[in-house]
């Protein structure tokens, strides 16, 4: 994970190389999967129709329980792209998570200090908790990525709903409503539907997984152990 230069251990090239692939194949995914949506619900209704053929009377019973099967796949249409977005948005954030966790389990390896990741008094999310380890304990300087570490734990705050709400934020209590729609209210291409369920598309996760990359190798550039 980590290799040493000069009288510093720095995060090696390997490293960089493994999590930008790694987040490369989400974006991969996310463009091929995508391709076969369709969300255009007058097509849904055309085709389901047009597929039926000579099966359908027409009468008042057999018109409503067709439409109810309409309506199924329309729900369907919406629905299912929205589980591939989530599942995209939490994979690219255990990837971030991961390869941090294996650099600060590495970096105790390579360089012993009496003061543990595990005497730390935790101040956040893993992410935060590893960022501090580094800057207390090895006096790395994070001062150049205000903005960004600030986005990152805004997109902290979406990944825990959808992973421990499944992405509806209905039945938080009003702090955590209004820190989530305070932080949609600054972002593209996300919003919450009717039911309070966070709904978001391609654009925002592509831009997710890219901002992820980015600010994830200029972390990387930022550590800098002294042996």
Avoid: W
Avoid at 58 to 84: C, G, R
Avoid at 119 to 148: A, M, W
Avoid at 198 to 206: A, I, P
Wanted: glycine residues 2%.
């Amino acid at each position: 994970m980590l290799i040493k230069v000069k009288n510093s251990y720095v995060v090696s090239v390997e490293v960089k190389l493994s999590f930008r692939g790694k987040l490369d194949y989400i974006l991969n995914v996310l463009q091929e999967s995508s391709k076969n949506f369709n969300t255009d619900v007058d097509e849904i209704e055309n085709s389901y129709y047009s597929e039926l053929g000579d099966q359908i009377d027409f009468s008042n019973e057999d018109y409503e329980f067709h439409q109810s099967q309409v309506e199924v796949l329309k729900n369907e249409a919406k629905h299912f792209p929205q589980i591939l977005f989530k599942s995209m948005l939490v994979s690219g954030y255990s990837v971030f998570e991961t390869t941090m966790s294996e650099i600060r389990v590495d970096s105790e390896k390579q360089v012993n200090r009496k003061i543990k990741y595990k005497h730390l008094k935790t101040i956040g999310s893993e992410i935060e908790n590893i960022i501090h380890f580094f800057h207390i304990i090895h006096d790395c300087s994070f001062s150049d990525l205000t903005t960004e570490l600030s986005k990152l734990k805004d997109y902290n705050e979406i990944r825990n709903i959808i992973v421990h709400k499944n992405g509806n934020i209905k039945q938080e209590d009003m702090s955590v409503k209004n820190r989530i729609k305070k932080i949609l209210s600054e972002e593209k291409n996300i919003k919450l539907d009717s039911d309070d369920n966070l709904e978001l598309n391609k654009t925002f996760v592509r831009t997710y997984i890219n901002f992820l990359k980015k600010t994830g190798n200029q972390i990387f550039d930022s550590l800098s152990i002294k042996s």
